[in-house]
């Protein structure tokens, strides 16, 4: 790093650019401080921002060199504007530390307020405001701060003493402590700091800034934090900021206090302002839900004037952002300061109905496009939450909806034994007095989470919301108990049964019956400007195995089916002893009448498909899995063997699936190598799909069928399949003077298929790219086992940027689609590309799709409209 590239910039650096497009530099909370600051100039107390790279290379090499002389040059430059000096004896400046990262990571990392304060500053800072009640409750916040975040000190260790100072004095609030009492819990803390990390508290300001820069930079590697970086996709080389900025106390008196304000309803996207604030407190009080907030318009009652001012800032940064915006202010007797501002996060209801209206309002103009890159899968995915089914329900206890959707799960008080609950297949409600970051993996497992204490702007609401976890937060009369929790005389252990509604903040004791939500107005709308977007560019398909999923499919705005995998319709019940027979046949004529009798079902159910689908294209797998999946497993039948005995038709079963076992069987007798091992088999199906089709035209229908053959590997082997099909399809149509449209194409799923797709197009009408396998074959790895035991310290350990099976490996796996599609239409430049794998519902994986030229993607019919979105996305960002 050159010596002239500052570490550290001012908030009001003039920067040759916007500051709030500086977000990989100074991280977002230090980009939007500095637009505040130097473009919109409203109030918010000096400061600086010291860049991810200075994180970047402490985590790697160790303290910069040249920091320490930056940020001196930058406090004497704060010291100057604020007319004090950091930790003065009499007439102290405070400042805070704050994380900030490129991306939103609510309440991952740390912040340190009040640093300055010490054993003396604190008497100056009684002196000069005249008020050592304040003096003394900076201080303690600042000891439990400092002790916690930078010397690593478990919270319990201050919180048990503080709710004892509070009791002793009959209180209900911190802000019922007195003076004196502060000066004694002072002490305790500081007791507390030297008995945990065998050190006093540091007295030296200076000392206590490097330690608090230094813990925010380590934050970024905590557990929580790289989970959290895990799930959103974020990676882990980025980096955070660390924003060092002038104290101002909203716990100065009863004319002070702080919040949180968002532009519109973060939950509902309603057009009008709302937030939480508290009368005399910090802003770690309103975010960690220790006291119960009020509304804006109750801040209109304390402060008329303030809350004038703060709207016609709201209004400011919805013109400039042209979006909503979340903020934290703080009022110091009577004079506001903005601390604070972001696009905010919200819910995808609020998001849906944000986008559309921003597009008619005139202060903001959103185009269409601009409305369909506001939203995000996250956001679909919400709206099709499920919700209450009954409307005739008892209710427990009711709180705020902080996060829409409902959730039936059993009771767990503790994050580390819902996630074990949750790994045992229990689906989980994780109840807490309040979250924390510390809670994060828990959250994750999570169907629903409930909190008897915070606000809408809690953590606990934040983070739900961002993850569409449904979520009820404040609901006072929940109590907390060992191994359980009360509302009134109902008692709640672990374990048992809630269910709770996000939406409308109930919360009802045992299992409420659960229905899929209506998705609003708006939903359509943005999808119908998608499908303009896309169209003609990049089409999506649907996965579907039957009648009504290709019915709910086509419903969700599925172009077609993409995958139909017939081995699933042969796993019913009343299919499968017939697919047995036809495995264990001693004789062409036992095999030929079951294949018979199969030929009859499937059929039927093409015939369902193809009605469902009439007029759009109909993808259908001939049978890849190999054929032990549909016998018993042997170590099941060798048990019953040796402890009961099997019968003659038993000990058939057990021969057969001797003789089909196999060591990899995902490298072994699967897909096209069935057809050549039992060529009948194909033949069949092929025939039923066609006669499907011949009866469906009959009816007025106008079938399109694309038969797909799995697993091919060379030209020689497509050209192989191809007459069996050709020849069952000349079998089936024989006589017709109109045919069916029908194509034959292949499942491209390995790399030497991918690699050799200008020879195999050769023998192929359209070629289907089979990421779920092509994924484990390139690097290696088998998903049903990786992701159980290696994915997840692969990815914390950064040897992984994403999970390769939920988002396609672009340099790998995404290389070798575009090989496959650029040298299979270097070959026949009509062939159709498109892709099946569970990547073709992934946003990101969709955009690589489009990159390397695929005309479609397919994906489960639920993840329909969120393929439409992507797919339009990437058009856009194409």
């Known amino acids: 790093m050159g010596a002239d590239v500052p570490l550290v910039y001012a908030f009001d650096h003039k920067h040759r650019r916007p500051p709030m497009s500086l977000k990989g530099l100074l991280g977002g909370k230090g980009a939007n401080l500095a637009e505040m600051t130097s473009v919109l100039r409203l109030p918010v107390p000096p400061g600086f921002t010291i860049t991810t790279e200075a994180c970047v290379t402490f985590l790697r090499d160790g303290w910069p060199d040249g920091l320490d002389g930056e940020i001196d040059r930058h406090v004497a ?105 502060l000066v004694s819990l002072c002490h305790e803390f500081k007791a507390v700091v030297k008995a945990c990390s065998g050190k006093p508290f540091p007295q030296d300001p200076r000392r206590q800034l490097r330690g608090a820069i230094e813990a925010v930079f380590r934050s970024w590697n905590t557990p929580r934090a790289k989970s959290y970086r895990v799930r959103e996709k974020i990676g882990h080389d980025l980096g955070t900021a660390v924003n060092v900025q002038a104290m101002v106390f909203g716990n100065r008196d009863e004319r002070s206090g702080t919040g949180v304000g968002f532009t519109r309803n973060a939950a509902t996207g309603e057009n009008r302002p709302y937030g939480d604030f508290l009368v005399n407190a910090q802003g770690e009080d309103v975010v960690a839900g220790i006291r119960n907030t009020e509304d804006l318009d109750r801040l209109g009652e304390h402060f008329p004037d303030i809350h004038d001012e703060l709207l016609a800032i709201f209004d400011r940064l919805e013109r400039h952002y042209r979006d909503m915006c979340d903020t934290e202010f703080t009022i110091e007797q009577g004079r506001l300061w903005m601390l604070q501002t972001r696009v905010g996060q919200r819910t ?368 020689e082997e497509l050209e192989l399949a191809r007459g069996w099909v050709t020849e069952a399809i000349a079998d089936a149509t024989r006589g017709l003077r109109r045919k069916p449209k029908i194509s034959i194409g292949t499942m491209v799923e390995t790399p030497r298929a991918a690699l050799l797709a200008g020879e195999i197009a050769e023998q192929a009408d359209f070629f289907s790219f089979g990421t779920n396998d092509l994924t484990q074959m390139t690097f290696g790895f088998s998903r049903d086992d990786i992701e159980g035991r290696l994915m997840k310290p692969y990815l914390e350990l950064g040897l992984l940027a994403r999970n390769p099976f939920e988002t396609v490996d672009a340099d790998g796996v995404g290389e070798l689609v575009r090989l496959g599609a650029e040298r299979g239409r270097a070959v026949k430049p009509d062939l159709k590309l498109g892709v099946c794998g569970e990547h073709g519902g992934d946003p990101e994986s969709i955009g690589i799709f489009y990159d390397a030229g695929l005309d479609y993607v397919s994906c489960s019919p639920f993840r329909v409209p969120i393929a439409r979105l992507a797919a339009a996305q990437a058009v856009l960002a194409g």
């Open 77 to 181: 430059r704060l010291e100057k504007a604020m007319g004090r000096k950091l930790g003065d004896p009499d007439d102290p400046q405070l400042v805070s530390v704050r994380s900030g990262a490129a991306f939103s990571m609510p309440g991952m990392m740390d912040t340190v307020l009040n640093l300055g304060l010490n054993d003396r500053s604190v008497k100056g800072l009684a002196r000069a405001t005249g008020d050592e009640r304040f003096a003394y409750d900076s201080y303690r916040r600042f000891i439990s701060l400092y002790g916690r975040i930078v010397l690593g000190i478990e919270a319990e260790a201050f919180d048990g003493k503080l709710d004892a100072a509070r009791e002793a004095v009959g209180g209900t609030t911190d802000a019922d402590i007195p003076a004196e009492a």
């Open 348 to 715: 995808g209801r609020a998001a849906l109905r944000m986008a559309v209206e921003m597009t008619r309002d005139k202060r903001i103009k959103l185009t269409h496009e601009e409305a369909v890159q506001r939203i995000t899968a996250e956001h679909l995915d919400q709206v099709l939450h499920p919700q209450f089914g009954e409307s005739n329900i008892t209710v427990l206890t009711s709180g705020l909806a902080a996060s829409p959707g409902a959730a039936v799960g059993r009771v767990y008080l503790d994050a580390d034994r819902a996630v074990s609950a949750s790994a045992n297949g229990e689906k989980v409600i994780l109840v807490r007095n309040e979250t924390s970051p510390d809670d994060i993996h828990g959250m994750q497992v999570s169907q629903g989470i409930l909190t008897a204490r915070g606000g809408l702007v809690s953590h606990a609401a934040v983070v739900a919301r961002g993850w569409g976890i449904p979520a009820v937060v404040g609901a006072e009369k929940v109590q907390l108990h060992d191994g359980r929790f009360t509302v009134g005389d109902t008692s709640v252990a672990e374990g048992d049964v809630i269910s709770l509604n996000g939406s409308t903040g109930e919360v009802v004791l045992g299992e409420v019956e659960l229905v899929a939500a209506k998705p609003s107005d708006e939903f359509d709308t943005i999808l119908g400007w998608a499908d303009r977007i896309r169209k003609g560019k990049l089409a999506v398909r649907a996965n579907a195995d039957n009648g009504p999923d290709a019915t709910n499919a086509r419903a969700f705005g599925a172009e077609g089916i993409g995958l139909c995998r017939t081995e699933h319709m042969f796993l019913a019940d009343d299919r499968l002893p017939v697919v047995r027979r036809m495995i264990l046949a001693d004789t062409a004529e036992d095999e030929g009448a079951a294949l018979d009798e199969l030929h009859k079902v499937q059929k039927a159910d093409f015939l369902e498909i193809l009605e469902a689908m009439d007029g759009l294209p109909v993808t259908v797998r001939l049978l890849d899995p190999p054929l032990h999946e549909f016998l018993p497993a042997v170590d099941e039948l060798e048990i019953k063997e040796a402890t009961v005995g099997l019968t003659k038709a038993e000990q058939k079963l057990l021969q057969a699936s001797r003789s089909w076992h196999e060591f990899n069987p995902m490298l072994g007798v699967r897909g096209v190598r069935l057809g050549v091992v039992k060529p009948g088999l194909y033949a069949m199906q092929v025939r039923a799909l066609v006669e499907a089709a011949v009866e469906r035209q009959h009816a007025g229908g106008k079938p399109i069928i694309e038969v797909m053959i799995p697993l091919t590997i060379s030209r």
